[in-house]
């Protein structure tokens, strides 16, 4: 029997992101759920158009409690070891996954471009101009609008101009800089010396948010080499945009074949 998957997404995106995923999954028998972030939820267009009141004051703990309680629901609410979902999660949503698998709710982890924990970094200056550019500290609690440009430039820089617009018309919002500052707290620090199930880090060779060798640093951070796995695989020519942009298919169809491989792991 197929398992449950649930589909966490990143900053500046909302469930929208996934539809792609979320119908080839289906259509391979899956049970798929994709829930929105606090004021995330609706048509990205309306979101950037008419920003919730309260998005500048998210915090990283707001979307941890949510995602979580949606985790725990996707399992069925049930603490048996068997019924706990994979969770595959983009950029800070790769985060997430990596903070569920700690806590021991998920079955498998697929964090794709996923923001590092504790701290991590990396020379790449694209990086840090990302970085310092959402989590500005004189910027306050004002929310990080994102522009077409701005899309185009950080998240999609593999697309051409055309195809970066209508990838924001469509899947683009704006967001909390208070997300991206959590995730460089204590709320972003995970022990990756604890025994975990297994984990596939994604990355796209051309991303500018979070540069592939962040992602592999992050992958070889985890010790644990006796009852836990961690798989790393980098995509050439793949942006942030990895899970929408031409070629996600590829990117899918890898996730559902190390998934088809290792669901039936032991959960610890």
């Not at 919002?173 to 596939?200: E, F, K």
């Not at 590829?250 to 998934?259: R, T």
């Amino acid at each position: 029997m197929k398992k449950n998957i649930v589909f966490i997404h990143g900053m500046f995106q909302n469930p929208k992101s996934w539809e792609k995923w979320i119908a080839y999954f289906s259509e391979r028998g899956y049970n798929c759920t994709a829930p929105a972030w606090p004021d995330h939820a609706g048509e990205p267009s309306q979101l950037r158009s008419n920003p919730p009141s309260g998005l500048g004051d998210l915090m990283l703990d707001d979307v941890i409690a949510a995602m979580e309680t949606a985790v725990i629901a996707a399992g069925g609410n049930n603490p048996d070891v068997n019924e706990k979902p994979i969770i595959a999660g983009h950029s800070v949503g790769g985060l997430l996954t990596q903070i569920f698998v700690s806590r021991n709710l998920a079955s498998l982890g697929v964090p794709v471009s996923s923001v590092a924990p504790n701290m991590m970094m990396t020379l790449d200056w694209p990086f840090f101009k990302n970085v310092s550019a959402i989590a500005n500290p004189f910027k306050g609690d004002e929310p990080f609008f994102q522009t077409p440009e701005s899309f185009h430039e950080s998240f999609c820089n593999t697309l051409d101009e055309a195809s970066a617009k209508v990838a924001f018309e469509q899947f683009a919002t704006h967001d909390s800089r208070n997300v991206l500052r959590g995730c460089l707290g204590p709320s972003g620090h995970i022990d990756l010396d604890m025994p975990h199930v297994p984990l596939l880090f994604v990355s796209g060779k051309e991303d500018q948010i979070v540069p592939t060798e962040l992602v592999e640093k992050n992958s070889k951070a985890y010790t644990d080499d006796v009852s836990g796995l961690t798989s790393y695989k980098e995509f050439e020519g793949r942006s942030h945009y990895i899970c929408g942009e031409p070629g996600w298919e590829e990117v899918a169809s890898y996730v559902y074949n190390w998934v088809e491989t290792h669901q039936e792991h032991v959960v610890l």
